[in-house]
Structures are given as structure tokens and as C-alpha cells.
Antibody, heavy 118, light 106 residues
Framework: QVQLQESGPGLVKPSETLSLTCTVSGGSINIYCWSWIRQPPGKGLEWIGY???????SYNSSLKSRVTISVDTSKNQFSLKLNSVTAADTAVYYC????????????WGQGTLVTVSS | DIQMTQSPSSLSASVGDRVTISCRASQYISNYLNWYQQKPGKAPKLLIH???NLQSGVPSRFSGSGSGTDFTLTINSLQPEDFATYFCQQSHSLYTFGRGTELQIK
């Protein structure tokens, strides 16, 4: 059974870049697409974007100018970079698997809280 | 972008009750609608995909219906472990989630 685990700094300063990595175990990243989703404290879920093993990607239009998601198949990892962060980017960040473009997110990491504060 | 509207935002029920949660899309999404359950401090769990298909391992008391713009999640005979927050999510045009329905114990 595939498992996902987020890692990265829990505190980022305003205007800097948030960087997170998701490590996939129990399965190859060379199948399917892989996504980042976030949830501000006490609020709902927001899809950030996805990258497929082929390298193709797609992003939420509201974040597109600040987001890059990339995949490293040699390490079975994919990564999120969100630049020019503000307090509004404080959230629990989840990585998740997307088996087809129209399917649901069927496997999730446990989530990691990232706080934007000076 | 497609907006997803869930109702109610919160709901109180008792063990053994049958509850329904509604989700409406701002435009036609066929059956590209998924439902998730989230418990406090945990990641969401996919319950139903493509509007009515139960994810493997999910109890049969959960069911989904609808197509087009209007969808429903039904939970029959509520169990204590079902008290959680439920989200709908469309996958017709990229991905957006509803704001969630918190199911509380009465």
C-alpha cells in the first residue's frame, strides 16, 4: 500500500519561499499524478496543483504565478515551491495521489503545518 | 472556476440515524464528484468517487448519488466513528472542494 510523507520547514518568513517534499513509499512514483492540497487552520481544502510522472503539471489559477511542483523519479519524491508567501499561506499542506485526472485523491500524507511568520 | 456549495454546513444526529449531505456545483460536472471524510488532525479519506462508487474498504452504509450539478452523500445507520467533517470535490475541471459539512453527535 502506497504511503506518502511530507517534509520541510514548519516556519517560513513572509516574502520567502515555502518548500516542501513528499516522499512516496510502497509504490513507484512513475505512475499516476501527484498533488499538493492545503487547509488553513479551521478552514476548507484548497487544491494547489499536480505533477505527473511524465513531468506535466497543472496549477490552481489563484496560485499559479507563485507555485512550482516538480517530480524526482530517482528519489520517488515530488516537491512544492510557493514563493512570496504571506500569512494567508499558513496552512496544513498535504500531498496526495491522483490516479486519473477525474478520480479522487485516494492516498494522502499525514499533512504538515507551515506557519508564515516573522 | 467551478464552485462547490455544500449544505448544511453543520448537522447534529444520533447513532443509528440516517443523514444526507448535499453538494451543488456551479456548473455541469457530469458525475465527476468525490466525497471525503476528515477527522480532526487527520488527512481526508476518499469515501466515494465518480458520484456513486464506494472506495475499497468503505462501509456500505455510505452511498452517493447524483449527476450534473446536484449530488448527495447518504450515511445509513450512523456509527460513532462517522462523526466527522465531510467534503465534496469536483474533478470535471481541475479540482475544487466544498466548504465541508460537520457532522456532530446530538
Amino acid at each position: 500500500q502506497v504511503q506518502l510523507q511530507e517534509s520541510g520547514p514548519g516556519l517560513v518568513k513572509p516574502s520567502e519561499t515555502l518548500s516542501l517534499t513528499c516522499t512516496v513509499s510502497g509504490g513507484s512514483i512513475n505512475i499516476y499524478c501527484w498533488s499538493w492540497i492545503r487547509q488553513p487552520p479551521g478552514k476548507g481544502l484548497e487544491w494547489i496543483g499536480y505533477v505527473c510522472y511524465s513531468g506535466s503539471s497543472s496549477y490552481n489559477s489563484s496560485l499559479k504565478s507563485r507555485v512550482t511542483i516538480s517530480v524526482d523519479t530517482s528519489k520517488n519524491q515530488f516537491s512544492l515551491k510557493l514563493n512570496s508567501v504571506t500569512a494567508a499561506d499558513t496552512a496544513v499542506y498535504y500531498c496526495a495521489r491522483l490516479t486519473t485526472a477525474t478520480a479522487g485523491f485516494d492516498s494522502w500524507g499525514q499533512g504538515t503545518l507551515v506557519t508564515v511568520s516573522s | 472556476d467551478i464552485q462547490m456549495t455544500q449544505s448544511p454546513s453543520s448537522l447534529s444526529a444520533s447513532v443509528g440515524d440516517r443523514v444526507t449531505i448535499s453538494c451543488r456545483a456551479s456548473q455541469y460536472i457530469s458525475n465527476y464528484l468525490n466525497w471525503y471524510q476528515q477527522k480532526p488532525g487527520k488527512a481526508p479519506k476518499l469515501l466515494i468517487h465518480a458520484a456513486s462508487n464506494l472506495q475499497s474498504g468503505v462501509p456500505s452504509r455510505f452511498s452517493g448519488s447524483g449527476s450534473g450539478t446536484d449530488f448527495t452523500l447518504t450515511i445509513n445507520s450512523l456509527q460513532p466513528e462517522d462523526f466527522a467533517t465531510y467534503f465534496c470535490q469536483q474533478s470535471h475541471s481541475l479540482y475544487t472542494f466544498g466548504r465541508g459539512t460537520e457532522l456532530q453527535i446530538k
